[in-house]
């Protein structure tokens, strides 16, 4: 990634351009779509963010960290700046107060849900190590199988091999859930 960011700031590669979107477009979308915003917005801060990317692409140093680390410090801060810029307090009328449903959760509801996430998160536990950090950086962090077994310095059939183990314990022990 950095030899991607060198040839951006100093070539305006426009090949590796499209290489960096490619790869940081959706991660930084699920990112900010795990922050709360809708996918709208998270398409937009993306485009906004990798945009950023290209303009100042000469101005990342390897020094200061990884590039996944300061693509995604430019994403936090453009998402930071998007909220500060937001109004934050509009008078609510009573006639739009009526209108908004309820988003109260039923206790039944709740409870059901609490209840799932504590089988969840115990069948997780339960996983050997090796398989519950694969899953965890895949699922979790969002990385890829590549970027797992570059990550863990795993062969890439090994990294696969142990979510699919995982997945098939998760599957089995929560198949009631259905």
Do not use: C
């Amino acid at each position: 990634m950095a030899d991607l960011l060198l040839r951006i700031a100093t070539d305006r590669s426009d090949e590796a351009f499209r290489s960096l979107f490619g790869d940081y477009g959706p991660r930084i979308k699920g990112l900010m779509m795990r922050q709360g915003a809708d996918a709208s917005l998270a398409e937009e801060l993306a485009q906004e963010t990798l945009l950023t990317v290209w303009r100042k692409a000469a101005l990342y140093s390897a020094d200061k960290g990884s590039p996944t680390t300061w693509i995604f410090t430019i994403a936090r801060n453009l998402r930071i700046d998007r909220l500060r810029r937001e109004r934050p307090w509009q008078e609510l009328t009573d006639e739009h107060a009526a209108s908004i449903p309820s988003e109260e959760t039923p206790p039944d509801v709740a409870a059901s849900q609490g209840q799932r996430q504590v089988r969840v998160q115990a069948v997780l536990r339960a996983l050997p190590p090796d398989q519950l950090e694969v899953v965890t950086l895949a699922f979790i962090d969002g990385l890829s199988h590549s970027e797992i077994s570059e990550r863990l310095s795993l062969p890439l059939g090994t990294v696969k091999s142990r979510i699919r183990l995982a997945y098939q314990k998760v599957r089995s022990a929560l198949e009631d859930l259905r």
